[in-house]
Nanobody, 124 residues
Framework: VQLVESGGGLVQAGGSLRLSCAASGRTVSRVVMGWFRKAPGKEREFVAR????????YYTDSVKGRFTISRDTAKNTVYLQMNSLKPEDTAVYFCGASRYSTAQRMAVANIDAWGQGTLVTVSS
């Protein structure tokens, strides 16, 4: 599966952005899709994931209640709606696809395919 992210940019604290991850080569309904981010000087970290069926989602604690992951099977695209953004959300955001099911967060080591990343910058 090939993944292409879009939607990053510069936003003020408290603002919103919606990231998109367009998939080709395999449908998003057949894999677990997730969003990760990497801030300067930090390791890549899990943000959110959605199952192939779209019936369950999981978020890291720092984004719960602010971010929403969703998918559009017809467009073969996964989204990350980010509201109430904070400066600490500044990072390069990556989407990833995995064959491995999980009840909780996705592990970086289990990602089969990555997108190229999109930069989100939140100013204070």
């Amino acid at each position: 599966v090939q993944l292409v992210e879009s939607g990053g940019g510069l936003v003020q604290a408290g603002g919103s952005l919606r990231l998109s991850c367009a998939a080709s080569g395999r449908t998003v309904s057949r894999v677990v899709m997730g969003w990760f981010r990497k801030a300067p000087g930090k390791e890549r970290e899990f943000v959110a994931r959605i199952t192939g069926s779209g019936d369950t989602t999981y978020y890291t604690d720092s984004v719960k209640g602010r971010f929403t992951i969703s998918r559009d099977t017809a467009k073969n695209t996964v989204y990350l709606q980010m509201n109430s953004l904070k400066p600490e959300d500044t990072a390069v955001y990556f989407c990833g696809a995995s064959r491995y099911s999980t009840a909780q967060r996705m592990a970086v080591a289990n990602i089969d395919a990555w997108g190229q990343g999109t930069l989100v910058t939140v100013s204070s």
